[in-house]
């Protein structure tokens, strides 16, 4: 029997520290560890995108990646995007154009939008469906998906210029 | 889906991996992002006593471009060549084919090295690598050897590479002429139901030089010496074409599989080389 890894890691801003054997995938270390349940267990073999979280960030399926190999980074799941007091502007947009139906492929989802519109504040129909392309949502027919991310980068850039 | 229990390691330098290489050889793999072997090992399809993590090693994640060629580490992930843009104008072939695999989360880990190490025919990478023909630097006990990516690949999953090496470099000729990735797909993320890499160059209005390498239609990634013979000193027109696919068909050997049966692997090989062969020459 392999011995235990001390294993520490920063989820949505809070230190956390136990010990786990070395095969314990992060999709199992948040949810049934840590409880954070927002990253879903989808086809669990790193096709629909369902456990996205970032780490370090990075969009990455926690259920590709071993909580030995993210010690001592920093995750973040939807917990740490928004919650119901304040939404985040994807979120937001999610809700008012109804870019989820069952709503299970949806924390996996905004998680990934993220990181895409950080690295592109302004992206074409194209290129949300390209960067969206390791999230499968088998409801909507990703159109109300797209207006979505659309929305929310309208929005948030406003706000940014808003600011500056 | 759980893999079966192993020791992780995360060694600080090259000689940390080598050593425990030696000390349980076979029983011990490297990993680089993981994203070949870890669906492997959950599905129980590899068994890996000793997982040997070679994030924290130095010295492997940086793109090196010379005035001649260009040195990949092994643990540069494909999103890091996509996102590289001096290696885009150096290479493009190399951008327009990480575009290709997988999806944006697996792009963020799934490394070169690891994508020509693994020997796996559907990945992208080897072809494109006899294509370019790039060399491999694997280092072991004896120290480094470079190994043409044309000779690597002798088998699924078997390779030039011994058990207790680490690929640590891809050093790729810097690449002249037009170029096409062309992979046909059933949707995003999947493997190639074929696959054609060509670089093509062009004086006046002849090829002068060509080179042809197919994915996912052996067991082995396919350089077709022939095919790229075929369209020398011709001005890539239809017969040319034509003579490169049917040399193309010769060297490949597709089986049947659930992206569909022989006959329509190779009927969608030629309609994939043409197309390559095409836009790499109108971008000559």
Redesign the interface.
Known sequence: ???K?HIKLNVNGKDEEFLA???E?LIYTLRERLNITGPHIGC????C?AC?VTIDG????A????A??A?GKEVTTIEGIGGPDDLHPLQNAFKEHHGLQCGYCTPGMIT?ATK?LEENPNPTEEEIRF????NICRCTGYQNIVKSIQAAATEMNAAKEAAE | MIPAAFEYYRPKDMDGVLSILEEHGDDARVMAGGHSLIPMMKLRMADVPHLIDLQDVGGMSDIELTADSIRIGALVTQADIIDHARLAAAAPILREAALQIADPQVRYMGTIGGNVANGDPGNDMPGLMQCLNASFTVVGADGERDIPAREFYEAAYMTAREDEEVLTTVTIPLPKGGYAYEKQKRKIGDYATAAAAVQIVKDGSNCVSASIAMTNLSDTPIYSEDASAALVGTAVDAAALDAAVAAMLEDIDPTEDNRGPIAFKNHVAGVILRRAITRAWSRA
């Open positions: 029997m392999p011995k890894m054997e070395p095969r995938l669990e073999t790193s096709h995108g996205t990075k969009s990455v399926k259920c590709t990646i071993f030995a190999q010690d990934r895409l960067g969206m392309a390791g």
